[in-house]
Each structure stands twice: as C-alpha cells, then as structure tokens.
C-alpha cells in the first residue's frame, strides 16, 4: 500500500521480533518448516485455512497478491492461484504476518491505535517476516556486504536461493544504509513489489515508465545508473534519488538511496533540490483560475484535488449558480432576479 507514511527499520525490526516470538509461542519449531515449504506447512498447522483464489479476489491495499479474511473461522490466508511457486510461499507468510499481529491482542491494539501509519507499518513487518523466514541472515551475509545492496548483489542473492523475486526485494532494503527502496518492475515499468527503508512506499501497480532513470533501461539495455524521482499518487513525485537499475530474469529491479550508493566509487554529494515535488493543477471554476501545486488526496468523484484558493475541484456545485456580469463573482441562482445576470447586490 502506499498512503504517504514511512516506516523506520527500527520499529519495523522491534515489531518483527514480536511477531517472531508469537510465532513460535503459538506454533513451537515452525520456522524450519515454514522455510522448506510454506504453502505445506501452512495447511497442515489447523489454526489457518490455506486458500488459493484469483488474482482479482485478493487486496489491491496489499504489498503481494493475497488477503487475510479474518472474519471466517478458521480465518483464512488467500493467495494468489497464478503466482510462481516462491512467490506464492513468500505471500502465504505474508498473510500469516498479518494472523499473527491481528490474533495478538496487544499489537492488534498498538496498530489499531496507529490509525492509517499502522496499515503501513503492518504491511512492512509482513514483508520482512516473510522474507526472514525464506532467506536466512547467513545467506543474505554472503551476498551483500556492509555498503548496501547492488542489482548484482540482488541478482546473485536470488540465483543462490529458490526465495522469490520479491523476498530477495525486501531482503535487500534491509540492506540500504540510508532511507531509500529496492523495486521490482515489468518491462513495461509498472511496479509488481517495493520495499522501502524510510521513505513512503511506491504503490502496487503504479506505473513509474515516465521517471527518467527508469525510461533510459525501458528504451535500452535494461540497465542504467543516475539520479530519478519515483511516481506516486496523482503524478506526486518523490524526492530525487540515487538509482540503479538491472535486469532481474525477465523483470527490472531498481535500487534507490536517498546517499551513500554502494555502486558509486567516488565520492557524491546528494543533488541540490532534492526535496519531494507535489503535482501541479488548474483550476477549472471559472471565477478562479489559480494555478497550484499540492500533495493533497484527489476528490473521490472527480478525482482532482480542491484548489486551495476557492476550494472547488470539478465536482457540479450542489446548487445552480451563476456570474454576475458587473461585479463576476459567482453566487448561488436564488441571488439574481428570474433570468437576470446581474446580481441583486449590484441591480
């Protein structure tokens, strides 16, 4: 999901450590065979139903295909039916994630209390047990070192496993020194998984081809290096990072940093400006006309935001109104005289 919040490695590793411990307090020894068949385990464990679904019945608002159905008994873990055999085990422990902080009263509430940062949070620490379980520290120690990840390191981290793309994705934004993201993408640039470290995360789905970085590998050799700002929510565009972009078998997997990218061997300063850019509007009320930047959320009708001058978005106004041809200010049909178009105030 993406609703403008960032999470921090350190709340999303102290509440990894909770659902760890609940774990194996509810299900002793299940890590092992979580690790060597997820979908197996998960069936056989009772407290969960296991269920494969079309992709179009899992949640849009979740980082992988799938859904947790809490209101059924045993509640149920949905994954996506046409997902790779890794992918579809990296989602079933992602919808576990979400079971074992919802059965737990005490997280429930902490993340209940949190309001809409807690959705993401939630989501965030789903990710990373999932990819704790499949990919080990030891494993992930031999293929990324202290600087933080590259596309190679990526790369050779997911040849050494059988984990999917997007459990090797999140193990690597681990890995980043600085606030930053790993992001899987089609080769048409939409986002199919994103892992963030202290940045908003990158919605499911969104099309980020226009970031420039990311339309040189489009149009290209499928890789690329430089500095880009990722795409969100009514073409809002994040704060310019540092980018690398490679092939990651028939997808692109993209490496941003806020600083310090391991793939730079000299040293750089971050860019002068960097900060996010919000998406530029007219607006459309004929007595305004302004011209504004904004980060606000759209009208859910008209899908434009309200312009902060005169507070209209495209929405028909609820009454009929009308420009008085003296004074043109708009006023509600009831302040002119029958079919006049001068207002009363001015007639």
């Given at each position: ?11 999303v590793?102290?509440?990894l450590?909770?659902?760890t411990a609940?774990?194996q307090a509810?299900?002793?020894?299940a ?5 060597h ?6 069936s056989?464990?009772?407290q ?19 859904a ?13 039916r ?10 079933a ?14 997280l429930?509430?902490e ?46 981290l ?23 993201h ?11 998984f ?10 499911k ?10 339309r040189?590998?489009l ?8 500095r ?9 565009r994040?704060?310019?990072?540092f ?12 490496v ?5 990218p ?56 609820a009454?009929a ?11 509600p ?6 079919d006049?178009?001068v ?5």
């Amino acid at each position: 999901m993406s609703s403008g919040f960032a999470t921090s490695r350190v709340e999303v590793a102290a509440t990894l450590a909770k659902v760890t411990a609940r774990l194996q307090a509810v299900w002793p020894g299940a890590t092992e065979r979580l690790r060597h068949d997820p979908c197996h385990a998960i069936s056989e464990w009772g407290q969960v139903q296991l269920r494969f679904v079309p992709a179009v019945d899992t949640d849009s608002r979740c980082s992988v295909a799938g859904a947790y159905i809490w209101e059924d008994q045993p509640p149920v873990l949905a994954v996506a039916r046409a997902s790779s055999v890794g992918r579809r085990g990296f989602t079933a422990l992602h919808e576990l994630g979400h079971h074992l902080q919802q059965t737990d009263l005490y997280l429930a509430q902490e993340l209940a209390s949190a309001g809409a940062r807690g959705q993401v949070l939630e989501d965030a620490v789903c990710d990373a047990f999932a990819a704790s379980i499949i990919l080990p520290d030891e494993l992930v120690d031999q293929h990324i070192n202290a600087a933080g990840p590259t596309v190679h390191d990526i790369v050779d981290l997911h040849g050494a496993s059988s984990a999917s793309r997007a459990a090797v994705c999140v193990r690597a934004a681990q890995r980043i020194r600085s606030p930053g993201h790993v992001v899987l993408l089609d080769y048409d640039g939409s986002v199919q998984f994103a892992a963030a470290q202290g940045l908003p995360p990158v919605r499911k789905g969104s099309d980020q081809s226009s970031a420039p970085v990311i339309r040189s590998a489009l149009d290209s050799s499928r890789t690329a290096t430089g500095r880009t700002r990722l795409i969100y929510r009514d073409g809002i565009r994040g704060e310019e990072l540092f980018i690398q972009i490679g092939d990651l078998n028939g997808y692109l997997v993209a490496v941003l940093t806020t600083d310090r990218p391991p793939w730079e061997t000299a040293f750089v300063l971050p860019s002068a400006g960097t900060a996010p850019l919000g998406s530029t509007w007219l607006c459309t009320n004929a007595g305004c006309g302004e011209e504004f930047e904004t980060f606000g959320v759209s009208c859910d009708r008209c899908d434009v935001p309200k312009c902060p001058e005169c507070g209209a978005c495209e929405c028909l106004p609820a009454v009929a109104e009308r420009r008085c041809t003296r004074c043109f200010l708009v006023y509600p049909a009831r302040y002119f005289d029958g079919d006049s178009m001068v207002c009363l105030d001015c007639s």
